[in-house]
């Protein structure tokens, strides 16, 4: 079964515009961990956040911003004013150590953004 | 801090060789460390967990006799394509977990990638 599910495989924006991407999870843990990475088209993934599941506060940093729904099992990322420099693939990834009895990553299939000027 | 490099960056071979790929976690421990592979236009893929000292743990249907990795140090851990062919053709990312570092014991940092093309 799918642990880490992204909808959207592709959105196109225009500059300014908002863009919402979508992240479900599933897992059997109390006590797990959800990540947030960008690939730009070079290849290396950029960090952007970690949450733990017992961490509900949403976070904002500079135009990003996300929101952890503990109910509906998602964890969304907005990017607020997109610009060019956005234009990357974004990945959801869970961590569930109980479950997998390690730290490895899951991830999602990915969402490319498109920022258009 | 928490900077994980690869070497090569990239690579080109001939089919049936085989290639070396080094993963350094260059300034923090790392007794874990995770292979993954990305086809183009598709997600990581975990190929492996490597763990110091101690033979890696592969997922399922990723053949260990073809792809060897060693761990040999706390900062280095080596994945070798054996016979390559052109379908090995990917990008293989590494990633190091930092086990000492306060606050980031669950968190991995990702080396730049190394793109392997068998020609």
């Known amino acids: 079964a799918q642990k880490v599910t992204q909808a959207q495989t592709e959105i196109s924006v225009v500059e300014k515009e908002d863009v919402t991407l979508d992240c479900v999870y599933e897992t059997r843990d109390t006590t797990y961990y959800l990540f947030w990475y960008k690939q730009p088209p070079s290849g290396e993934l950029v960090f952007l956040i970690r949450?733990?599941?017992?961490?509900?506060q949403n976070e904002i940093s500079g135009r990003y911003s996300w929101n952890f729904q503990k109910s509906t099992s998602s964890f969304n990322f907005t990017i607020t004013a997109s610009q060019v420099v956005d234009s990357a693939v974004y990945f959801c990834?869970?961590?569930?150590?109980?479950?997998?009895?390690?730290?490895?990553?899951?991830f999602g299939a990915g969402t490319t953004v498109t920022v258009r000027a | 801090g928490a900077v994980v490099s690869q070497h090569p960056s990239r690579v080109i071979c001939k089919s049936g060789t085989s290639v070396k790929i080094e993963c350094r976690s260059l300034d923090f421990q790392a007794t874990t460390m995770f292979w993954y592979r990305q086809f183009p236009k598709q997600s990581l893929m975990l190929m492996a967990t490597?763990?110091?000292?101690?033979?890696?743990?592969?997922e399922q249907g990723v053949e260990k006799d073809k792809f060897l990795i060693n761990h040999a140090s706390l900062t280095l851990s080596t994945l070798t394509v054996t016979s390559a062919h052109p379908e090995d053709s990917s990008f293989y990312i590494c990633?190091?977990?930092?086990?000492?570092?306060?606050?980031?014991?669950?968190?991995?940092?990702f080396g730049p990638g190394t793109r392997l093309t068998v020609l």
């Open positions: 490597s763990n110091e000292g101690s033979k890696a743990t592969y």
């Open positions: 990633s190091a977990r930092d086990t000492q570092g306060a606050g980031r014991w669950n968190e991995q940092f």
């Open positions: 949450r733990n599941s017992f961490d509900e």
């Open positions: 990834a869970l961590s569930d150590p109980w479950t997998t009895n390690d730290y490895k990553l899951s």
